[in-house]
């Protein structure tokens, strides 16, 4: 190990399919219990990755930690004699629970098809058209909002599950906005154009960065307390 640092130390910047390896790399050595060492490999081949490890690996301690079961080792009820009262949800769960309402609501409106013009859709919208009159959208935009704002209330349970699914909230409509980006900049904001199967323009990329941006300040605002 200590020569396979010595190397690792010795490249240069980091390249895609060295991060790639790495992955694969601290998947093999965490399965085998090894996790001091995985967290090295993956510092050294995929130093960007470690926050998100760390985040998993809280999230993944507050789902199988023991307080708070009964000694059958079932989940006590809340308000059963002997067990401690429901915490107050904190900010990232909080977050998590708002911007949930907003991915649901803009799932289901751009996945009705009486809600979206422009197409020759019934009651679901599959081609793109305007969400009332204003966003292009098709199916494709429309699910992951939808599937966000219903893993939102899973999230919400613990700080560990809204913060991972805030930062998947970051990666997911930031790289859409970023990727859509060149390719509307110098188009009329209602023009659309296609990122994959995401149908959006201008409007929707604006959109995609807010949901990016407020999930990120909701991040940084949990983890600095």
Do not use: C
């Amino acid at each position: 190990m200590a020569k396979l640092t010595h190397l690792l130390r010795r490249r240069g910047p980091i390249s895609p399919p060295l991060a790639l390896a790495g992955l694969a790399a601290t998947y093999v050595l965490r399965r085998r219990g090894q996790h001091g060492t995985a967290r090295q490999v993956l510092r050294y081949t995929a130093g960007p990755a470690v926050p998100l490890l760390d985040l998993y690996d809280q999230a993944r301690r507050e789902r199988t930690g023991k307080p708070g079961t009964s000694a059958r080792g079932t989940p006590a009820r809340a308000g059963a004699k002997g067990s401690p009262p429901p915490a107050a949800p904190g900010p990232a769960e909080r977050s998590a629970r708002r911007l949930g309402r907003l991915h649901t609501l803009l799932g289901l409106a751009g996945l009705a098809g009486p809600a979206v013009t422009g197409n020759q859709d019934g009651l679901v919208n599959v081609h793109p058209g305007k969400l009332a009159g204003v966003v292009s959208v098709n199916w494709a935009h429309a699910l992951p909002h939808l599937w966000f704002g219903l893993r939102s209330r899973r999230a919400r349970r613990s700080a560990g599950r809204a913060r991972l699914h805030l930062l998947g909230s970051v990666a997911v409509f930031g790289g859409l906005a970023a990727a859509a980006w060149p390719r509307v900049q110098d188009r009329p904001a209602d023009e659309p154009v296609q990122v994959g199967p995401v149908t959006m323009d201008r409007r929707g990329v604006y959109v995609q960065a807010a949901f990016a941006g407020l999930a990120a300040l909701a991040l940084l605002r949990s983890l600095r307390r």
